[in-house]
């Protein structure tokens, strides 16, 4: 083979190790600029936090109810109760008074209301309900004089006087009433510590909030869409408020306030170490469906089997089921209520998030997050080895 032949092969053959570098160089720079690309992809779209709400979403729906603390229940303001009282919500406080008189009855530990009462209630007493209340407080008029007095009364906002007197006397003789409160954000914003910073605040009407046991904020974290982490404490005006489902929670275990240490991934309550993300949320263990998780009962069934009971009648309800549990009171009726949309279904009342939040507490079935690095290299690990 002549010189010149030669210079032919070892042209061609430099030329295909040349293509054959190439192309394998290009393929790493590739995969270079995709994993850089990725990379960016995962912190600009929260790729990470994505994959793990959707995947425990489907966990959550996939298995079968977990264990469920016996004491709490659920009394449900629904159709049958507005539809009985002949009210549209929000029904008049007496009402209320009554329900907390048939409870007491057999002292339940917790009577807690998902309800604001931030201002007085405007009058919604008709006048044969006001002729019962005057009869029953000893005051004999016949029908003539009471309609003046009923008319006299409207006029000047009595009746609604009476009406949150009654609610405001039987919290107080019940000793054991929590009423809830609710901060306003005009956007999302945290301090140096992690805490949620409010910039209002939706307060108890100040005769309720003398009368009551304790108090807390029913705030939850929407900015989702979904309900997945329940905020413990927020910052108000440079003062460190905490949740109502806390405020139940140490008073049915008996934990005194002093005992809650707040520490970066952990509140301690006493022996209790409930595990938090870098904004003091814990993450909600969903129980079960709502139809399939804790007691039920109806607000109006409880307060007609008291009236059964003072009659001497047998009541729709024994009312000793009520000793030593948390009753919880929210509106349950489908498009009235604050409804929230969950991981283990499309839609439930708003009451239901204490309800879960509050069994995640008391049954200790907390959920640990991996920490955001940890969970952000796992991603990024399974991207390499896809690219490999």
């Not at 809830?180 to 956007?187: A, G, I, N």
Request: hydrophobic letters at 40%; one cysteine or more; aromatic letters at 14%.
């Amino acid at each position: 083979m002549c010189i010149r032949d030669r210079y032919k092969v070892s042209g061609r053959r430099w030329k295909e190790i040349f293509k054959r570098k190439f192309q394998i160089y290009s393929i790493e720079i590739l995969s270079v600029c995709v994993l850089i690309a990725g990379i960016i992809f995962i912190s600009f779209f929260n790729l990470p936090d994505f994959i793990e709400n959707y995947t425990m979403d489907l966990r959550f729906k996939s298995r079968k109810p977990q264990k469920q603390n016996e004491d709490i229940i659920i009394i449900e303001i629904a159709k049958d109760t507005l539809d009985k009282l002949n009210n549209r919500f929000p029904i008049p406080r007496r009402n209320y008074a009554n329900l907390i008189t048939a409870l007491s009855l057999y002292k339940p530990k917790v009577i807690a209301f998902d309800i604001l009462f931030s201002e007085p209630s405007l009058s919604t007493m008709d006048f044969h309900s006001f002729k019962l209340y005057l009869r029953n407080s000893g005051n004999q008029f016949d029908d003539e004089k009471l309609k003046s007095i009923y008319q006299n009364y409207l006029q000047t906002g009595i009746l609604s006087k009476i009406d949150d007197e009654s609610f405001r006397i039987s919290m107080h003789k019940a000793g054991n009433v929590f009423l809830p409160y609710h901060f306003l954000f005009d956007r999302i914003k945290f301090d140096e510590n992690g805490f949620f910073v409010a910039s209002d605040i939706e307060s108890i009407y100040l005769p309720f909030k003398k009368a009551i046991k304790g108090t807390g904020f029913i705030n939850v974290d929407m900015r989702e869409g979904k309900v997945r982490k329940i905020p413990l404490f927020i910052k108000y005006q440079n003062k460190v408020y905490r949740h109502i489902l806390l405020s139940i929670v140490l008073d049915y275990l008996g934990i005194d306030e002093e005992d809650i240490r707040i520490e970066k991934g952990h509140i301690k309550l006493f022996n209790m170490s409930i595990p938090v993300d870098r904004n003091y949320q814990m993450t909600i263990n969903w129980a079960g469906k709502w139809v399939d998780s804790f007691q039920h009962y109806s607000f109006i069934d409880i307060v007609t089997s008291y009236g059964q009971m003072l009659k001497g009648e047998e009541p729709l309800i024994d009312l000793k089921t009520f000793k030593d549990k948390i009753c919880i009171i929210g509106l349950t009726e489908t498009g009235i209520g604050d409804a929230k949309i969950v991981p283990i279904e499309n839609i439930i009342p708003g009451v239901g998030v204490w309800l879960h939040a509050i069994n995640t507490i008391l049954t200790k079935s907390f959920i640990v997050e991996y920490p955001r690095e940890l969970t952000f290299c796992y991603s990024l690990a399974l991207m390499l080895i896809s690219i490999l």
